[in-house]
């Protein structure tokens, strides 16, 4: 298709969105998604069209499921075009995109709302505006919520937003390390697990997330927990945060020291684990043998066990 034809067609298509009638809606927003999913060229002329994005946002809050899809995904394949990013990310937009996680009865909505807010955030300039919008407290609240099958998405946005410090802190203050351990522990959420113990080692990179997490209640056991179960993924996150609490804290050393299984699972996290995991326990033992223990603690046992 000519590209006179290709802009004919989308200035077509978004003023027949504009119509009163939902079919014409759906037919334009369908032709929109569909040229928008693999051209990067498609992508621009379509931002560039006057009235496009408003028009786009407008339709996000339609009382049509079908339609607020198709424009939340029109939007996403917009933002995959790394020089709309930062145009993408208004004030207006991230306000919007909030009220759908916030108040949107849709879980498809909210999953399309949350991978557009992940998309626009992965260009560093765009993550300040989302914490000054307040997007780190929403979804910090949003992935709260018990048994949310938007979970994935909503914790991969939050891991996008803490990498800037200023956004790892509003996550911090509005208690994200708690829903975090709770999302860990939970038996519930045990496909979480993964993700949320990749978000709490981005918070514990910097001061106010390792003193929240060293002041978690028996932080150490459910890291030590973790390494029990199936998923490596989340063995290498949670040997990941008990290296950082090694370092941090003489004591957190002393309470992995005193738990008899913790010498056990790290010997077969060494011979069976991911590349990552196996140096992760091998740090985490000379960790453990380099510290002054109580004499009380068997250390040559740890070593025979090892």
Same mark, same amino acid.
């Given at each position: 298709?000519?590209?006179?034809?290709?802009?004919?067609?989308?200035?077509?298509?978004?003023?027949?969105?504009?119509?009163?009638?939902?079919?014409?809606?759906?037919?334009?927003?369908?032709?929109?998604?569909?040229?928008?999913?693999?051209?990067?060229?498609?992508?621009?002329? =379509?931002?560039?069209?006057?009235?496009?994005?408003?028009?786009? =946002?407008?339709?996000?809050?339609?009382?049509?499921?079908?339609?607020?899809?198709?424009?939340?995904?029109?939007?996403?394949?917009?933002?995959?075009?790394?020089?709309?990013?930062?145009? =993408?990310?208004?004030?207006? &937009?991230?306000?919007?995109?909030?009220?759908?996680?916030? +108040?949107?009865?849709?879980?498809?909505? $909210?999953?399309?709302?949350?991978?557009?807010?992940?998309?626009?955030?992965?260009?560093?300039?765009?993550? !300040?505006?989302?914490?000054? !919008?307040?997007?780190?407290?929403?979804?910090?609240?949003?992935?709260?919520?018990?048994?949310? @099958?938007?979970?994935?998405?909503?914790?991969?946005?939050?891991?996008?937003?803490?990498?800037?410090?200023?956004?790892?802190?509003?996550? $911090?203050? !509005?208690?994200?390390?708690?829903? =975090?351990?709770?999302?860990?522990?939970?038996?519930?959420?045990?496909?979480?697990?993964?993700?949320?113990? !990749? *978000?709490?080692?981005?918070?514990?990179?910097?001061?106010?997330?390792?003193?929240?997490? &060293?002041?978690?209640?028996?932080? $150490?056991?459910?890291?030590?927990? *973790?390494?029990?179960?199936?998923?490596?993924?989340?063995?290498?996150?949670?040997?990941?945060?008990?290296?950082?609490?090694?370092?941090? +804290?003489?004591?957190?050393?002393?309470?992995?020291?005193?738990?008899?299984?913790?010498?056990?699972?790290?010997?077969?996290?060494?011979?069976?684990?991911?590349?990552?995991?196996?140096?992760?326990?091998?740090?985490?033992?000379?960790?453990?043998?380099?510290?002054?223990?109580? @004499?009380?603690?068997?250390?040559?046992?740890?070593?025979?066990?090892?």
């Amino acid at each position: 298709m000519s590209a006179p034809r290709v802009r004919e067609t989308i200035n077509n298509c978004v003023s027949r969105s504009q119509s009163d009638s939902y079919e014409d809606q759906q037919k334009a927003l369908q032709t929109l998604a569909s040229i928008t999913r693999v051209s990067p060229q498609y992508r621009s002329l =379509l931002a560039q069209t006057d009235g496009a994005i408003s028009t786009l =946002l407008g339709l996000s809050k339609s009382s049509s499921p079908i339609i607020r899809t198709l424009s939340l995904s029109i939007l996403l394949n917009l933002s995959l075009n790394p020089d709309l990013k930062q145009s =993408l990310a208004s004030m207006e &937009t991230i306000y919007r995109l909030n009220w759908i996680i916030q +108040s949107s009865s849709s879980q498809e909505t $909210v999953k399309l709302a949350s991978s557009l807010i992940c998309s626009l955030a992965m260009l560093d300039k765009n993550k !300040a505006r989302f914490g000054v !919008a307040g997007t780190v407290q929403v979804l910090v609240k949003a992935v709260s919520a018990p048994s949310n @099958p938007a979970g994935h998405h909503l914790l991969s946005s939050l891991a996008e937003l803490v990498q800037f410090h200023g956004n790892s802190t509003l996550a $911090v203050r !509005a208690g994200a390390v708690s829903e =975090l351990i709770h999302l860990i522990g939970s038996t519930e959420a045990e496909d979480l697990a993964g993700t949320s113990l !990749a *978000v709490l080692n981005l918070l514990a990179r910097f001061d106010e997330g390792m003193i929240a997490l &060293t002041k978690t209640d028996q932080i $150490v056991s459910l890291m030590v927990d *973790v390494l029990k179960g199936r998923s490596m993924f989340s063995k290498e996150g949670a040997a990941d945060i008990l290296l950082r609490l090694f370092e941090e +804290s003489e004591g957190c050393v002393r309470d992995a020291s005193r738990l008899p299984e913790f010498s056990t699972l790290l010997a077969d996290l060494s011979i069976r684990g991911s590349t990552k995991a196996r140096e992760r326990a091998s740090q985490l033992m000379k960790k453990i043998m380099d510290a002054n223990l109580d @004499p009380y603690i068997d250390a040559s046992s740890m070593i025979y066990q090892w």
